[in-house]
């Protein structure tokens, strides 16, 4: 079977707080946009082949990773799904699938593709009834157990081709407890598991078929009910799980080993559902118990410490679960889980599916350490970071402690943030804290209190604008300012003043608009403005310019420069709002590249380069990776979306940071990304 492509990529095992946290489990989402026949899932199952199946109650659909073949009805063909609503499917040791719904089943032919009645136990095996079955379970070699709620449990040994069936005998102990049995399962024994209708479970030796032992769920009347239809899931370790998707009582829970008997249940304090009515258990491949409910998501369950942490859909979040009414659960070989909603369609979730690690604060608390939006990053001496949101203030995270602090303006208090929209920060030599704020000014932090540096027209060394959109520290430990609208400035230290580079000046930049700064390996200032690119050269200590000329080759592709970055090879790129540049130092040409080269959209907001010499660039359409070729022989685009598990589409200006570790860190409008640089093995747009 083709699958769907997995993207193993090394995830960052951060720790954070329930308000403000890791997205704890995406998923990606199928519906009838995708070609499924319906959005409201009645089951699902995964047959030996590497199919999925997904039974809706408007057909039934084939799954081959690529595409549906569905299933349905067709009055004249006796060989069609005689039912569009298939409620359980089972699949037996010929392959052949076994299809309930509420009042029938039918066998599926795989070679034939059709449907039917017959199969070839019912006409070696008279005595086996076709009514009444409640499941077909095959064992490690591939033995059918069928078990009925009104006969007992039926038993076909391959290897004989003998058919049995264990009933209950009033004179015979270890006889099976009642003819009404609902489920069957295996533990890693080989052991039977017969679950009856009362909640006794009978434990059976295969070999001898006598009943060893028996467990007593001891259940509420409710759920010994004729019609609650019994479900048994036993997990890795032998552990016994109980439920009805038909009651709301709940699952029920029996450890083994330690005979502990624990019942989970919306009204317990210490064993809490988020639901009673249970329609699927499931066990992951790290151990932890899924547990679906209607109307509350999904539970998961701790085995070591039976915590139960909930995941739910969450509004305007794409990666969530897409409802809360979960009616199938099921697991494929490849360790990807799927889940089937009323209404909503096929959710499917690895761990190793997305391609980044995504962080926000959870839109239903109030009380957050952080927007959502972010604005832009520094980094410690030690490793931790600052965050700069828009409109929440500045934001330190101890990575080491996993503890947040925020630090917001305070009308009465001058030693405050002076404003809460903070664009830009640095962390310099000392370890002193810059922050740039939208109309605040500067601020300067030294751990205990916020220094304000604003603009004062009576003042000729103060800041010349409030607006501070860039803070970078140089090789030289000269600490420089970008503004929007007041140009570039540099700060003295001696005077705790700023020297002004503005706009008509002798020897300045072409523009009071300062967008981007970096510095390259001769100690050259780039300067990213409204119009154009400025240098300042470090050995003529004089400013040059990169100018935009319309319908001119080789020139930079728009005015507005956003970000600029000199990769691991030393090349100079130019982001722009319309499209990315590569300069030719020589020569003094750029090579420009846009949508039609690969990239996911004409703005580059912002760039980041990793130590493979990989250019990591936000747009406003997702996150794009730029590999270059020995000697610029190709230029290689990977683009990722929210498909992959970006906050968004789309990123802020400067939003970006590249860690000391040499971990990346993008953020937008919804939330920041860290991951680590790999090659990833996603779709790849070559240039040459």
Same mark, same amino acid.
């Given at each position: 079977m083709r699958k769907f492509l997995l993207i193993v990529v090394i995830l960052l095992g951060f720790g954070w707080p329930t308000n403000a946290q890791q997205a704890a489990n995406q998923f990606r989402r199928i519906n009838t946009e995708w070609g499924l026949s319906n959005n409201q899932i009645n089951t699902i199952f995964a047959d030996s082949k590497g199919f999925v199946w997904f039974a809706t109650i408007s057909g039934l659909n084939r799954y081959d990773g690529y595409s549906f073949h569905v299933f349905k009805n067709i009055p004249g063909n006796p060989t069609s799904l005689p039912e569009n609503s298939i409620q359980e499917i089972y699949e037996d040791h010929l392959g052949f699938l076994w299809l309930f719904t509420n009042n029938a089943f039918y066998i599926y032919d795989a070679e034939?593709?059709?449907? $039917?009645?017959?199969?070839?136990?019912f006409k070696k095996n008279t005595t086996l009834p076709r009514s009444n079955i409640s499941s077909l379970r095959l064992?490690?070699?591939?033995?059918?157990?069928?078990?009925n709620d009104q006969m007992g449990l039926y038993y076909y040994e391959r290897q004989s081709d003998q058919l049995q069936r264990l009933f209950h005998q009033t004179d015979v102990a270890a006889s099976l407890s009642t003819d009404r049995v609902w489920d069957?399962?295996?533990?890693?024994?080989g052991y039977v598991y017969a679950?009856?209708?009362n909640g006794v479970v009978d434990i059976i030796d295969p070999e001898s078929l006598m009943v060893v032992d028996r467990i007593d769920f001891d259940l509420d009347p409710e759920m010994m009910d004729a019609n609650q239809k019994l479900r048994l899931f036993i997990d890795s370790e032998d552990n016994l799980w109980l439920y009805s998707f038909k009651s709301g009582n709940g699952l029920y829970y029996y450890h083994q080993k330690d005979e502990k008997r624990v019942f989970f249940h919306p009204e317990s304090t210490r064993y809490p559902l988020s639901s009673g009515i249970v329609s699927s258990v499931l066990e992951d491949s790290r151990g932890q118990i899924w547990v679906g409910t209607d109307h509350g998501g999904i539970n998961l369950i701790d085995k070591e410490t039976l915590e139960v942490r909930v995941?739910?859909?969450?509004?305007?979040?794409?990666?969530?679960?897409?409802?809360?009414?979960?009616?199938?659960?099921?697991q494929t070989r490849d360790g990807i889980i799927w889940v089937g909603t009323f209404k909503k369609g096929v959710n499917y979730h690895h761990p190793e599916l997305y391609q980044f690690q995504l962080y926000r604060s959870h839109p239903m608390l109030e009380d957050k350490y952080f927007s959502n939006d972010v604005n832009c990053f520094a980094e410690d001496a030690?490793?931790?970071?600052?965050? $700069?949101?828009?409109?929440?203030?500045?934001v330190y995270f101890d990575r080491q402690k996993n503890r947040f602090r925020k630090y917001k303006n305070q009308p009465d208090n001058p030693n405050s943030l002076s404003n809460d929209v903070v664009v830009s920060l640095c962390v310099d030599h000392t370890g002193t804290v810059w922050a740039g704020t939208y109309q605040g000014g500067l601020n300067r932090f030294d751990g205990r209190r916020f220094k304000r540096y604003r603009h004062d027209p009576e003042v000729a060394s103060s800041l010349s604008d409030d607006r501070i959109w860039q803070i970078f520290e140089d090789s030289q430990q000269r600490l420089w300012i970008g503004t929007l609208g007041g140009g570039l400035e540099?700060?003295?230290?001696r005077t705790d003043g700023f020297v002004h580079h503005r706009l008509g000046d002798f020897n300045s930049i072409n523009s009071d608009y300062v967008l981007a700064l970096t510095e390259d390996s001769d100690g050259n200032i780039w300067i990213g403005t409204s119009n154009g690119l400025n240098v300042l050269d470090a050995a003529t200590r004089r400013f040059r310019q990169y100018a935009h000329e319309p319908n001119t080759e080789g020139t930079l592709s728009h005015e507005n420069v956003l970000s600029v970055l000199e990769d691991a090879d030393g090349r100079l790129w130019v982001g722009t709002r319309n499209g990315l540049n590569l300069l030719d130092k020589e020569t003094g040409l750029f090579r420009v590249f846009r949508e039609e080269d690969g990239l996911p959209d004409h703005n580059i907001i912002t760039m980041q380069g990793d130590a493979q010499g990989h250019i990591w660039m936000a747009t406003l359409n997702g996150l794009s990776n730029l590999k270059v070729g020995p000697n610029e022989t190709y230029f290689e685009f990977r683009n990722y979306d929210v498909l992959d598990g970006l906050q968004g589409q789309e990123f802020n200006e400067h939003a970006s940071l590249k860690t000391a570790a040499g971990e990346m860190v993008f953020g937008g409008a919804t939330g920041l990304i860290f991951f680590i640089p790999m090659r990833s093995l996603n779709t790849v747009t070559s240039l040459r």
């Open positions: 034939k593709e059709s449907f $039917g009645y017959d199969h070839e136990l064992d490690s070699d591939s033995n059918v157990w069928i078990s069957v399962a295996f533990c890693s024994q679950l009856h209708a995941e739910q859909s969450v509004p305007g979040d794409a990666t969530s679960l897409s409802s809360n009414s979960i009616t199938a659960l099921c030690v490793g931790n970071l600052w965050i $700069g949101t828009n409109g929440e203030g500045l540099l700060y003295d230290e």
